[in-house]
């Protein structure tokens, strides 16, 4: 077995009496598809927060590709290969949907101090964008203003944004959060197009989008992980059952 | 050439015409009061970067204005009336001024960042104050306006305006391509949304800092033409109320558009004028007028003329 990309020892955080994150250890391997369910309040954002560098961890380490990036911001984070998406929509409603993207690909195609030529003409930008927007179903709507997008539109702009990044891990947070079932099954679709060749750690609560697309399932309860294993093994677990997953597997 | 190019190139080619119509009604006022305007716009296109396109609410501005003048007034005091001497270093000092306001500030947000420009400029403006040689709070008189070696001559006011309207121009053609560059596309950015911004990769820190301090040197330059407009300094040009009238320029313009900061300093400045030569409580007009156009003009004065596409 290769080495694991992502790898995740002892991870602390408590906010007050809260303990948010309990001594978190995680491994996620090239190319799967990690999903990390959990109830409410399990700490799974804070999780997410704390492996994209928006959040200090009181304690642990995290290693990605073999550095220590604990220590790293998320726009150093960024640059090594981390891409996220944000549980509550988090796109720049006042640009279009290309200019979302080729945000996205500025920041990782040379510097930026640049004052002169309009970035909108540059090609470098434009033509990968395009070619995103395309990807994920919004190729027609690439001059629409993103706040005027659909809400599962604008889902599918975040997913965008954050494969413009060229990432070498995706941590998604809730992608099918607030959508409808249409848009939830062309979400799902679109996502299991990236499997194999794309790490992602996919947070979710929406269970057919994670035992269709997870290769491995990591159960969170009160900021512990109790459980880490293939659908299969998950399903089967007795104290996962118990503490989390209910009828829902079941039925 | 879209709409709104047309309008702003008629815009500056009717400014243009202003010492000729002050002329032909004999009226040399209007060329000193226009240049005022223009001084102005220059000093609020610079503060539009930062407060429109960056987000960076800087009640400081003024401070700029001040420091570009007191290089060009400490010069002529000393006897250097080189223009260009001057002027380099007051756009060298107050970006100096500006990278140093600048690195402390931009690591707050909202009121913090607020407060401490305000900080900075209440600082400098108490500085002037203090120092009695160049005048204490009566400020002093520039004798002898910047000299160009016969290639401009400052005490024609004609000469000066379309020196002044050459200077605008430029900064408003400069500042619009720099909002739509890479880098104008990044602090942007920044002030739509800074955790997106960070997730994909960009420290808005540098960025910001850059065009603060980029800020902070056309605002100096604007100092040396108010200097040379008036002829003379005080600490005055610093004081936190000309800081306010800059932010009421860019929001009543238009935030965040070429021709707002103009319209801005066009519009207060010339009802200004109006309401003063009427009664000397014009600021009880004035600030009702204010308010009324913030509450409605939500795009400012541009919005109006451009409608959406600005």
Redesign the interface.
Known sequence: MNKPLLEVRGLTKSFGALLASDSVDLEVREGETHAVIGPNGAGKTTLIAQLAGNLRPDKGRVRFAGEDVTALSAPARSRRGFARSFQITSIYSEFTALENVMLAVQAHTGHSFRFWRPAREEAALRSPAHAILEEVGLGERSDVLAANLAHGEQRALEIATALATRPRLMLLDEPVAGMGAEETRRMIAFLSTLKGHKTIILVEHDMDAVFSLADRISVLVYGRIIATGTPQEIRANAEVRRAYLGEEVQA | MNRRTAILLAGFLLLATVPLFAALFGQPFYVDLFRRVMIFAIAALSLNLILGYGGMVSFGHAAYLGVGAYAVGVLAHYGVHNGYLQWALAIAASALVALVIGAVSIRTSGIYFIMITLAFTQMLYYLGISIEEFGGDDGMRLEVKSQFSGLIDLNNGNAFYYLVLAILVLVALLGH??V???????I??AR??E?????????PYP?RL?AFVIAGAVCGLAGALLVNHTAYLTPEFMNWTRSGELMFMVILGGMATTAGPVLGALALLLVEDALSGWTQHWQIILGPLLVLSVLFFRRGLAGLLFGKDE
């Open positions: 391509r720099l739509n560059s890479r880098f104008g596309m990044v942007r950015a739509s949304n955790a997106r911004t960070r997730a994909i990769g960009f420290s960025y850059a």
